[in-house]
C-alpha cells in the first residue's frame, strides 16, 4: 500500500494529453471481442479496472495483444467460448455489468464476481430486464447481488424503461439485445452517456435514438474497426478543478472526450463561474473530442439537481471540492447513486470536506458545502475509492501546508501516473509517493 504526500505547488502550467476514457475503453474491448476481425485500440486506458474486461475476454477464447496498442481477434456474437474458471472483474462495476448482457445470450454458463466492494453494489437493476428478457440468473440475495450464474441462451426482444438513469444498466440491455431475433428498446426518461451506442454503431449496428427511445436490431454482423479513445473527461475533472483553484494557473488539456451525457461537468464549471474554453472540437471513432484550456477563476456556489445530475455523478466529489472554495452555499440534489459507488460517496464526501475544515451538511441525497473556505493541511482517507482518494490529493494543492492521502492504490483503477500528472504541470514534485506505514 501507498500514501500520497501533497505539497501546495506556486501554479498549475502547462499542456498534457490525458489517460483514455475508461467507459470508452471498456467498451472497445467488449465489442470488438464480438465481432469479426482484428479490432485495434490507441490510447487504451492501461487501469487496472479495464484490465479486468481484458482478462474476463481472454479467459473466454479471445486473443488479445497488450502492447503499443491494444489488438482484438474478435470472433463474432458467437465466437465466445466458456470459461474454465470464475470471470473476475475486479472493482470495475463497468466490466461486472455489461458483461452480463452479453453472457446472457451465450450458448455456455458462465460465472462473474468482483472484490468485496462489488459484492455490495446492487445487481438488481441489470438483472431484471435480463430476466424479462429470458436469461437465466442465479445469485446472492435472491439474485441481486455477485457472485452471479448466468445460464446463457436464447433471448427474446423487450422494450424497457429504464426506473432510473443508468448508462450501465442500459448498456446491460442493449448488449443482450444483439443476440436477441427482432428489436429491443430502452426508453429513458433523462439522457445517460452514450457511449455504448455510438461504440455499437461504429462497429455496424443497426441502432436509431429518437425521443428518448434507443432501439436496436438483433443479430447484426459486426465488423472489426479502429478506435482512438479520447482522453477521459472524469480523470479531466481533476486537473480542471485543481487549475481553476490553484492561483496564477494556466493549463491545456489536449484531445479530451466531450461526449454530450460526460460533459455536465464543464456546465457545472461554467455555472460557478469558472474560466474554461472548450475548443477545436471534432469527431474521433464516433465520439466528440476537443481541447479545454482552465484558467484560475473566482468560483460562486450554485444549486444542482435534476437532468444535470446524472451527467455528472462521477465527478460529484470534486464538484464538492471547488464549492469549498466558492462564494455562497453550493447544493447539490438527486444524487442518491453516490451511496452505491465503491463506498458511499456522499457520506465519505462529507467526512472528508470537515477533516479538511469545511462546513458540509450531509443530505439523503446530497450534501451542502458552504464556501469560501481555507482548507487546513490534515491526513485524509481513500476508503478503496479512487475518486475521494483524489480529491483528498487535489485539497492538498490548496491546503495551509498540504495533505496526505492514505491507501491511494486504488487511483490506479481509472488514473494510473496521476502523480505525474500533477507533478508535470507544477513544475516539481508537489506529490510524493511513499509506502504506507
Partial sequence: ????????????????????????????????????????????????????????????????????????????????????????????????????????????????????????????????????????????????????????????????????????????????????????????????????????????AEIRTEAGRITIKGRPDLRAQTVSVPGDISSAAFLMVAACLVPNSKVLLRNVGVNPGRTGILEVLHRMNANIEVMNERIVSNEPVADISVRSSELKAITMDGELVPRVIDEIPIIALAATQAKGETVIRGAEELRFKESDRIKTTVKELRRLGVDVDELRDGLKVRGKVKLKSCVCQSYGDHRIAMLGAIAGLIASEGTTVEKTSCIDTSFPDFPDFLNKLAGKECIEVAPLG
Wanted: glycine content about 10%; hydrophobic content about 35%; proline content about 4%.
Fill in 1 to 204: 500500500m501507498e500514501k500520497y504526500i501533497i505539497n501546495p505547488p506556486a501554479r498549475l502550467e502547462g499542456e498534457i494529453s490525458l489517460p483514455g476514457d475508461k467507459s470508452i475503453s471498456h467498451r472497445a474491448v467488449m465489442i470488438g471481442s464480438i465481432s469479426k476481425g482484428e479490432t485495434i485500440i490507441e490510447n487504451f486506458l492501461r487501469s487496472d479496472d479495464c484490465h479486468r474486461t481484458i482478462d474476463c475476454f481472454k479467459k473466454m477464447g479471445i486473443e488479445i495483444e497488450e502492447g503499443e496498442t491494444i489488438k482484438i481477434n474478435g470472433k463474432g456474437l458467437s465466437g465466445l467460448t466458456e470459461p474454465h474458471d470464475v470471470l473476475d472483474a475486479g472493482n470495475s462495476g463497468t466490466t461486472i455489468r455489461l458483461l452480463m448482457g452479453i453472457l446472457a445470450g451465450q450458448r455456455f454458463h458462465a460465472t462473474i464476481t468482483g472484490d468485496e466492494s462489488i459484492r455490495r453494489r446492487p445487481m438488481g437493476r441489470v438483472v431484471e430486464p435480463l430476466k424479462k428478457m429470458g436469461a437465466k440468473i442465479h445469485g446472492r440475495q435472491k439474485d441481486t447481488l455477485a457472485p452471479l450464474t448466468i445460464f446463457g441462451g436464447k433471448l427474446d426482444p423487450i422494450t424497457y424503461e429504464l426506473p432510473v438513469a443508468s448508462a450501465q444498466v442500459k448498456s446491460a440491455i442493449l448488449l443482450a439485445g444483439l443476440y436477441a431475433e427482432g428489436q429491443t428498446t430502452v426508453v429513458e426518461k433523462k439522457m445517460s452517456r452514450d457511449h455504448t451506442e455510438r461504440m455499437l454503431e461504429h462497429f455496424g
